[in-house]
């Protein structure tokens, strides 16, 4: 594929479901970020893989956030025992390496808790 | 850490005029790049311009050109000859950290009036 793909793009949960969020990076991209973007706010940064390695996850707002990268090139964020608070847009971004600057971003998945 | 002050919540702009959008930046890094997106009502980020901050010149992409003054710590980013096709929500960025992981401001809404 030509970009960064995201699925779902919608998912409602009820409170309490765990839910898990893909991401397909652009083929050949080392570099994977996950953000998270509340209503009206610009996106925050949750974690950074480089190829499978899980380098940064600094951002992950709780121990109910997990992400993994297992073969290196597509991404799950799971999300365990989901709150109110984490609905918002989940945005995938990678890039072709470390040195590189510009991250390209995909569509987002709207997540809606109930 | 990393801040971005993006002070105007909303601005219009009559349609084949240009317009500056305001990013302010604080950083302790002494290497850093400066990014704007554009983020349509559709949801994707776009990536519109990168100013390195050893970048001697100011950067340029078409209509879209980056202010920046490293001694004020600012960052604007001027769009000339406005489109209606303009109309969206514009971050600006700074990437920091050994994943250069972006920080974003809250944004600016511009809406280009016909």
């Known amino acids: 594929g030509a970009g960064v793909s995201q699925s779902p793009r919608y998912k409602v949960a009820k409170r309490g479901q765990d839910v898990a969020l893909r991401c397909d990076p652009i083929s050949g991209h080392v570099s994977l970020f996950w953000y998270q973007q509340a209503l009206g706010q610009g996106p925050e940064f949750l974690t950074y893989?480089?190829?499978?390695?899980?380098?940064?996850k600094s951002g992950l707002p709780s121990d109910r956030f997990f992400a993994e990268r297992p073969e290196g090139s597509v991404s799950t964020l799971k999300i365990q025992r989901t709150q109110q608070e984490d609905s918002a847009v989940y945005l995938c971004a990678s890039k072709s390496g470390s040195s590189s600057y510009e991250q390209y971003f995909g569509p987002g998945t709207r997540l809606t808790v109930t | 850490a990393q801040k971005i002050t993006q002070t105007q919540p909303g601005m219009f702009v009559q349609e084949k005029e240009a317009v500056t959008l305001d990013c302010t930046y604080d950083?302790?890094?002494?290497?850093?790049?400066l990014f704007w997106y554009k983020q349509p009502s559709s949801g994707e980020m776009i990536f519109l311009i990168y100013q390195g901050s050893y970048d001697q010149q100011n950067a340029t992409e078409g209509r879209y050109s980056l202010n920046f003054q490293k001694a004020r710590k600012s960052a604007n980013l001027v769009i000339s000859a406005s489109q209606l096709g303009d109309s969206a929500m514009y971050f600006c960025?700074?990437?920091?950290?050994?994943?250069?992981?972006?920080?974003f401001g809250s944004g600016t809404q511009l809406t280009v009036l016909p």
């Open positions: 960025a700074i990437d920091s950290g050994s994943a250069r992981q972006l920080t």
């Open positions: 950083t302790s890094d002494p290497s850093y790049g």
């Open positions: 893989f480089q190829n499978e390695a899980q380098l940064d």
